[in-house]
Nanobody
């Protein structure tokens, strides 16, 4: 079990950029995978991006070419670089870690608001 704290959200205009951070309470290098999800009011939680232990990344189609997931193992931190943001990206973004085969941890989320 690990504590995750997201930061970096805010209010930006369409076309702008944000970098989200997810700080973990302990080393992340051995996690099976980490990822970002988002949830807008009245919507289901949606997977956005993930990175596995080997460094392979995956993205939801709407984020491909705009978002980049990465991690810094030395800082125990996961990142999501978001470029060319659109109003449809507005949501609470949550960090997730798969800490074992059947074990998961979630952060509290950080708000991203993209204005027209």
């Amino acid at each position: 079990q690990v504590q995750l704290v997201e930061s970096g959200g805010g209010l930006v205009q369409a076309g702008g950029s944000l970098r989200l951070s997810c700080a973990a309470s302990r080393t992340i290098s051995a996690f099976l995978a980490m990822g970002w999800f988002r949830q807008a009011p009245g919507k289901q939680r949606e997977w956005v991006a993930s990175i596995n232990r080997e460094g392979s990344t995956n993205y939801v189609d709407s984020a491909k070419g705009r978002f980049t997931i990465s991690r810094d193992n030395a800082k125990n931190t996961l990142y999501l670089q978001m470029d060319r943001l659109e109003p449809e990206d507005t949501a609470v973004y949550l960090c997730n870690a798969r800490t074992g085969v059947i074990a998961y941890s979630w952060g509290q989320g950080t708000q991203v608001t993209v204005s027209s």
